[in-house]
């Protein structure tokens, strides 16, 4: 007796999306929002985090964002959304980690090969 097997095939895609900044290189708080996924206040609250240069004494239509920006607000949401991070732990995530590639850089600098965590 012939079995006949069916089975499904589930694709997994991956959804991107860039985003051109001006000529000199920068996002308003409303495209750096945008490119993140949230809302303008989310932006602001970056700001008061520290994680990015968003003066609270500026109205928001004059902020400006470097790419190193971008960069900063897409790890604090991937930090929010995978691991339930607030953003003041975010901020202090972010900087041990900058902290921890520049001994890493001064080590490999130095001649010195970190020993890997198990």
Known sequence: MARTTTSAVTARFTVTSSMLLDQAGTLTAEELAHACGTHLEWVAQLGEAG???????????????????LQQALEARRLERDFGA????AA??????????????????????????D
């Open 51 to 69: 994680i990015v240069h968003a003066p609270a004494s500026q109205p928001h239509e004059t902020w400006r964002f470097q790419s190193r920006d």
């Open 86 to 89: 607030g953003l003041d732990a």
């Open 92 to 117: 202090l995530i972010l900087d041990m980690s900058q902290e921890i590639r520049r001994l890493r850089a001064l080590l490999a600098a130095h001649g010195v090969q970190p020993a890997m965590a």
